[in-house]
């Protein structure tokens, strides 16, 4: 085995996004690729909706008060196969680098979290969706399903992505390390929204809960946080009572190897930037011989995972219900009804 081959340079963004403007959104995302190629990184990491920024609105007071950004915010979400995403293809391209983006993804009239891993070639490798977006992100965002649960095989490695409190999901989780994750590429907003309110949402409970992946799954995890600028700040705090949700800053971007050790020069919370890391693909060999969750170190036997892996669809012909009909509880009677129709 080649050492030095088993080397891969990475990054983690810490930077606030150009918020609700997909425009300037783009043009500083492809200056963070270019800065990353520039520095010999072959895989950079964004945070969650980067694209065009964490609707913090939600958080932020009443239905109502959220609602005024509405129309604002999915205009600036990006489709898939848009020239936006065309602007980021060619920034991977031009870089040589693979792209793990964190974007608000419009489909039709409907909104979801998103990661998109672009390959260094400028090509799309994968396109994945929160499984279930958390507490009032539900107002905004609809839902993945099982065929988003998926890592990819690449030449620097097995490549797989979580959301923001996905990685407090015990069976997400366990999905990724079954399918061989080597790095973990895990997005999240800002740790600086409602800090004063709960330890919950602090960056020491977050920070930790990807710390803990990293060890859990023997993997690196590339943790990537967005910031709270000032002109955010400003947009979004109004009144006395805002001022205790918010705060300007929350940047904790890390990358955590598969020993629980941080790699990398770590930011301050209120400065933007890339912490960039040399990781040795070797020490995950050291850390699966210790314990390997699912290999040896695990019990199928007395504890198993179901993954359904099917993709999610809303229009079914009578002889694809049929089949979902006679996977379920249902008699053969049903299903052959179904199939006549």
Known sequence: MDMEQDLVKVAAVQAAPVWIDLKGGIEKTVKLIDEAGAQGVKLINFPETWLPGYPWQIWMGPPAFAIKYFA????????????????????????????????SERDGGSLYMAQWHIGPDGQVISR??????????????????GSDMIVNDTEL?????????????????????????QIHCAAWPAFSLYDQLT??????????????????GQCFVLQSCAMISQEIYDELVTTEQQKMFMEVGGGYSRVFG?????????????????????IDMNKIIMAKVAADPAGHYSRPDALALVHNKSKLRRVLSPQEAAEQVRSSDASDADADEIAAQ
């Open 72 to 103: 604002r915010y999915v205009k600036n979400s990006i489709e898939a196969g848009s020239d936006e995403e065309k602007a980021i293809c060619a920034a991977a391209r031009r870089n040589n680098i693979h792209v793990v983006m964190g974007v």
């Open 128 to 145: 994945r969706r929160k499984l279930k977006p958390t507490h009032v992100e539900r107002s905004v965002f609809g839902e993945g399903d």
């Open 157 to 181: 490695g097995k490549i797989g992505a979580l959301c923001c409190w996905e990685h407090f999901q015990p069976l997400s989780k366990y999905s990724l390390f079954a399918q061989g994750e």
């Open 199 to 216: 330890h919950g949402f602090s960056a020491e409970v977050n920070t930790n809960a990807n710390q803990t992946y990293a060890m859990e």
């Open 258 to 278: 598969p020993d629980g050790a941080t790699y990398g020069e770590n930011l301050a919370p209120t400065e933007e930037g890339l912490v960039i890391a040399d």
